[in-house]
């Protein structure tokens, strides 16, 4: 978008190597300062000790050469040996028609697609708020790699499957007082953790819970009836959650789709000397001594399997299935080392893998101590989406007349869920988050309301100034005008940096800036009651402004209004 950067660069190394008979490559970054131009390199310092001259001069010779490109209005030597570069206003609205190509999704690209697995709850328990951060991080890239383009698996892999079910089986066979179908969510979290009340006591139930499932395993007909109550009622409930969130799965195949799908899988891998007998007749995996890495168990003694053969089939499944160039894990980063194992296992299968990502995320800690040293096992995320819908309702009436809306309990939804959203990626997935409820709900800062709040004002004006009509090229740019044009430029290198890293937070960032830059031209230059050429100028940065916010909103899950 910033089509001018490269011609900078590519000249600028031009100039290095005729002048000064130096190869390197150079870059400029954008500089927000006023009064920095709107390019700049530190090119000259970098150069200037190996050629053994002052780096003001070599600055001053580039300075001079980018000074008589096209589209270049001025340039200046800055501090120990910065150029900076002021590009002619023409020069910059050029970029304009890629802003609004970056605003649609970009035309599919012929390569192999990419696996995005998240949220992979645990079954038999409502979400709790941890869930959040898979579920949005992995959302949110998910939505980042098929707007650029890529064709994009989105997979929820549940825990369905595994010792935990035969846990529940056994604690409603003991204390349930109805027919599974007739339990709530709720009453299943009760049983399960009844059961491990008791287990406390009793050592004997957890074995009654490993045979249970393995008998589940093996095909026992009422349990298999039971299995699947239990999945509806909890499907039931997270599809709710999923749906507040605005999140989408193409395909949930939670760990029992893998059922039938692992007996080859551990025949090769005992062919190929990868799984071999342990202890008590378990098969295990072993890593070479320089990994550090403990052995990791395929197969258990009783025959039964584990979260790790489910696994394996599942990339095996996947592979075959997609052909993927990659597939990304969104799981917390308590699971490291299990993924390296992981990894590690797939490799000495010796299949051809695609690039295997385990992308983590931290813990989430609480502002609030009422919220960290809650009492129960789980605090539940729709509880906490509730909370946060009130505190947006009394935000909303405490602004009173400042809030135009003629749907205040959808505007409050709005708000409430995307000030949680908006609050966790709006931090660096792989630091701890900190879940504070000031920093999330509030109209000033980095938080949903900020952003939903610029956004609607953008298109309150709009609105108010009717048709919009194109604008010949511009002569002068205010400072202010000049700083919400270059983060307008670079939306397009923003979303794709986020995706390329996999960080949100990127994206965030650039929003919570972004509006920052547009409130503060709204509040300098005037709009709707400027001269003509200006005012058709003013509203079209505005309506690229509200576009750009919508989009990388969206591409985020937040929701923006229109009005509010
Ligand atoms: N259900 C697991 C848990 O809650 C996370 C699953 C992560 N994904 C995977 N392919 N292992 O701990």
Redesign the pocket.
Known sequence: MFDIRKKLEAAGETILREKFGESTTIHFDVSMDEGRGDLTTSAALQVAKKLGKSPRDIATTLADAFGKLPGVLSTEVAGAGFVNVTVAPAELTKGFSAVRTACLPSKKRKEQPVIV?YS???IAKPLGVHHIL?TIIGQSLANMYRHLGYETISIN???DWGTQFGKLAVAHATWGTKPIENHTIDDLLELYVRFHTEAEKNALLEDEGRAAFKKLEDGDKELRVFWSAVVKITMGSMEKMYERLHVTFDHTQG?SFYEDKMAPILEEGKKKGVFKLGEEGAFIAEFPEETKMPPAIALKGDGSTI?LT??LA?ANYRINTWHPQAIL?V??VA?QL??KQ?FAVLGQLGWELPTLEHVIFGRMRFADKAMSTRKGNILRLEEVLDEAVKRADLLIAERGEKIQTDDPKGLAEMMGVGSVVYGVLSQNRKMDMVFDWDKMLTFEGNSAPYVQYTHARARSVLRKAGSLVSVSDIQELTAKERTLIKLILMFGETVESARADHLPHKLTNYLYELCQAFNSFYNSDEILTAPDETRNFRLSLTKLTADVLKTGAELLTLQVPDRM
Request: proline content about 5%.
């Open positions: 697995e992979q709850p645990n898979s892999h549940i825990g760990e979260y489910r696994d599942a894990y799981v917390d699971q299990y993924f992981l």
